[in-house]
Nanobody, 124 residues
Framework: QVQLVESGGGSVQTGGSLRLSCAAS???????MGWFRQVQGKERECVAS????????YYTDSVRGRFTISSDAANKTVYLQMNSLKSEDTAMYYC??????????????????WGQGTQVTVSS
């Protein structure tokens, strides 16, 4: 079992920044961590993911260049730095983990563990 605790969501104006954190109870070289977001009535999408072992990353097109995912192995924490936020970034953001990934993942079905979610609201 892996517990994930997210923090850092909130309300911000267009163009602002937020940093989301996800503290994991377990972390390993084989782990892939991801940040997903979901708007009511729409499918959950992978915003970014990172394969801890190699540090390789994935970003969905709409956030590439604005968001940065990073990991801190010592603290078993993954971050999502979100800059130049837009209204369309408004969503519930979820942290996800797949301990035995051995590679980079982006589909929600590839992740076994999920956090409770943190709301991000961007307004003009």
């Amino acid at each position: 079992q892996v517990q994930l605790v997210e923090s850092g969501g909130g309300s911000v104006q267009t163009g602002g920044s937020l940093r989301l954190s996800c503290a994991a109870s377990a972390y390993a070289f084989s782990t892939c961590m991801g940040w997903f977001r979901q708007v009511q009535g729409k499918e959950r999408e992978c915003v970014a993911s990172i394969y801890v072992g190699l540090g390789t990353t994935y970003y969905t097109d709409s956030v590439r260049g604005r968001f940065t995912i990073s990991s801190d192995a010592a603290n078993k924490t993954v971050y999502l730095q979100m800059n130049s936020l837009k209204s369309e970034d408004t969503a519930m953001y979820y942290c996800a983990a797949e301990p035995l990934s051995w590679g980079l993942r982006r589909s929600q079905t590839d992740f076994s563990y999920w956090g409770q979610g943190t709301q991000v609201t961007v307004s003009s």
